[in-house]
């Protein structure tokens, strides 16, 4: 790591967005680290300042209400949900997904949110939040807003947050709770890989969603899909909107292959 | 930044350079030189510490990060120059080759027995598929935890197929 920069913890809110109002784009925010500190020692991002959100305070949280659901916090890591019982028990669909990131030790420090915010298209978080219907509340020195997860993200690791804006929380709504959901990860591997491709599908009971990952510039949401649809249906649907490219990992006619293989896998699995 | 920390049961209090990892500050400046730099990327998990009780990537935390917090590392396995139970395990199964993972492959194993103390090949694979051995292969290795665990006997060893 050659890069000099400078280091803060702040522990309220309003100094940590203080901090980022006042350095701009000099800024970065460390919240994991496991993408952060990478990219820094790549040369691909100069910061002047780091700063470490997770002596916030309240910032760790994993919330869960039957009124507003799931509520995951900025300095949540992916082995929090992995391992919570209220996960487990109202989105299952979110704890597989955990599960295919990384390997132990970096899910250990890795967040949910910074999944979501480095907004890679293979995000694993993402599919499955897509098909529970998660929402993104932003918030900044300027106020709050909040997104549709699916209108969060912008192209390849971009995303509509602005340079003095934070996630301050991902929340999941409790009408999904519940749902039959499962998720596939294809990988070169067993152990710790990037996503090849990757499928998500829930099923609420009326209405069938299809989250996709490393199909696009960002990951996919297929909506508006009956339970009562055809396989067939469902296919065209999802790979109507993908849009694979060939890289070094895999070929795009591959991808598509896959897409289809995992919808039709996926769907008698949530039937 | 002036912070302090607690590293295998001593307290060190220290001016740290705030761009320093936290694999840095244990190598350069505390000169615990067991944590090993692999790939400084999270990928090979030869710079696995105990962090908090928890295994992590000292090539993806600041040293700045760990102001206040516990960590353990390699260093602390052997007491009186008497391996630990988990490094007796390794030698006894040949796990150990050049020996550039096994550090962070102890400390893999170290939490993944806090957690579950007799755990299968499956568990076993998935506690340490953050750590890349390129020698020794993993049968050893998973063999070595096995017998720490009291799942293997003098009978049984070398057993293991198509891990």
């Given at each position: 790591?050659?890069?000099?920069?400078?280091?803060?913890?702040?522990?309220?809110?309003?100094?940590?967005?203080?901090?980022?109002?006042?350095?701009?784009?000099?800024?970065?925010?460390?919240?994991?680290?496991?993408?952060?500190?990478?990219?820094?020692?790549?040369?691909?991002?100069?910061?002047?300042?780091?700063?470490?959100?997770?002596?916030?305070?309240?910032?760790?949280?994993?919330?869960?209400?039957?009124?507003?659901?799931?509520?995951?916090?900025?300095?949540?890591?992916?082995?929090?949900?992995?391992?919570?019982?209220?996960?487990?028990?109202?989105?299952?669909?979110?704890?597989?997904?955990?599960?295919?990131?990384?390997?132990?030790?970096?899910?250990?420090?890795?967040?949910?949110?910074?999944?979501?915010?480095?907004?890679?298209?293979?995000?694993?978080?993402?599919?499955?939040?897509?098909?529970?219907?998660?929402?993104?509340?932003?918030?900044?020195?300027?106020?709050?807003?909040?997104?549709?997860?699916?209108?969060?993200?912008?192209?390849?690791?971009?995303?509509?947050?602005?340079?003095?804006?934070?996630?301050?929380?991902?929340?999941?709504?409790?009408?999904?709770?519940?749902?039959?959901?499962?998720?596939?990860?294809?990988?070169?591997?067993?152990?710790?890989?990037?996503?090849?491709?990757?499928?998500?599908?829930?099923?609420?009971?009326?209405?069938?969603?299809?989250?996709?990952?490393?199909?696009?510039?960002?990951?996919?949401?297929?909506?508006?899909?009956?339970?009562?649809?055809?396989?067939?249906?469902?296919?065209?649907?999802?790979?109507?909107?993908?849009?694979?490219?060939?890289?070094?990992?895999?070929?795009?006619?591959?991808?598509?292959?896959?897409?289809?293989?995992?919808?039709?896998?996926?769907?008698?699995?949530?039937? | 930044?002036?912070?302090?920390?607690?590293?295998?049961?001593?307290?060190?209090?220290?001016?740290?350079?705030?761009?320093?990892?936290?694999?840095?500050?244990?190598?350069?400046?505390?000169?615990?030189?067991?944590?090993?730099?692999?790939?400084?990327?999270?990928?090979?998990?030869?710079?696995?510490?105990?962090?908090?009780?928890?295994?992590?990537?000292?090539?993806?935390?600041?040293?700045?990060?760990?102001?206040?917090?516990?960590?353990?590392?390699?260093?602390?396995?052997?007491?009186?120059?008497?391996?630990?139970?988990i490094q007796a395990a390794f030698a006894r199964n040949y796990a150990v080759q050049c020996g550039?993972?096994?550090a962070g492959m102890v400390m893999s194993v170290r939490e993944l027995l806090r957690h579950n103390?007799?755990?299968?090949?499956?568990?076993?694979?998935?506690?340490?598929?953050?750590?890349?051995?390129?020698?020794?292969?993993?049968?050893?290795?998973?063999?070595?935890?096995?017998?720490?665990?009291?799942?293997?006997?003098?009978?049984?060893?070398?057993?293991?197929?198509?891990?």
């Amino acid at each position: 790591m050659n890069d000099i920069f400078k280091y803060r913890a702040p522990t309220s809110r309003a100094e940590l967005f203080g901090l980022l109002a006042s350095h701009g784009e000099g800024a970065k925010i460390l919240a994991g680290g496991t993408d952060l500190l990478v990219d820094i020692r790549s040369g691909l991002v100069h910061p002047e300042l780091v700063i470490n959100l997770k002596k916030v305070q309240d910032f760790s949280g994993l919330v869960w209400s039957q009124s507003e659901g799931l509520i995951i916090g900025p300095a949540t890591t992916v082995n929090d949900v992995l391992h919570d019982a209220r996960v487990r028990e109202y989105y299952p669909l979110l704890a597989d997904c955990a599960l295919t990131i990384a390997s132990h030790q970096v899910r250990n420090r890795a967040t949910v949110i910074g999944n979501i915010v480095h907004a890679s298209p293979g995000a694993d978080m993402a599919p499955g939040l897509l098909c529970l219907g998660a929402r993104v509340r932003i918030a900044s020195q300027r106020g709050e807003r909040e997104v549709c997860l699916k209108d969060f993200f912008t192209g390849v690791k971009r995303t509509v947050l602005r340079h003095d804006e934070i996630v301050e929380a991902i929340t999941v709504p409790p009408d999904t709770a519940k749902s039959r959901g499962a998720y596939r990860k294809l990988k070169r591997i067993d152990g710790h890989d990037l996503a090849l491709v990757s499928v998500a599908v829930t099923n609420t009971g009326s209405a069938v969603r299809v989250g996709i990952g490393a199909a696009a510039p960002t990951p996919l949401l297929v909506e508006g899909l009956s339970h009562q649809d055809p396989a067939d249906v469902v296919v065209a649907a999802a790979l109507g909107v993908a849009r694979p490219i060939s890289d070094l990992r895999c070929s795009k006619e591959y991808r598509e292959y896959m897409i289809e293989v995992f919808v039709r896998r996926l769907l008698e699995e949530v039937r | 930044m002036w912070m302090s920390v607690e590293v295998n049961g001593h307290i060190y209090e220290r001016e740290v350079a705030e761009h320093w990892t936290l694999l840095r500050f244990l190598r350069e400046d505390l000169e615990l030189t067991g944590t090993k730099d692999g790939c400084s990327a999270g990928e090979c998990g030869a710079c696995t510490v105990m962090l908090n009780g928890e295994a992590a990537n000292a090539c993806m935390v600041l040293a700045a990060e760990v102001d206040g917090a516990t960590i353990e590392t390699i260093e602390s396995e052997a007491v009186n120059g008497e391996l630990s139970e988990i490094q007796a395990a390794f030698a006894r199964n040949y796990a150990v080759q050049c020996g550039y993972c096994t550090a962070g492959m102890v400390m893999s194993v170290r939490e993944l027995l806090r957690h579950n103390p007799k755990p299968t090949v499956a568990e076993i694979k998935e506690g340490i598929e953050g750590n890349l051995c390129r020698c020794t292969g993993y049968q050893q290795i998973i063999e070595a935890v096995l017998d720490v665990s009291g799942q293997i006997t003098n009978e049984t060893r070398g057993g293991l197929r198509y891990v």
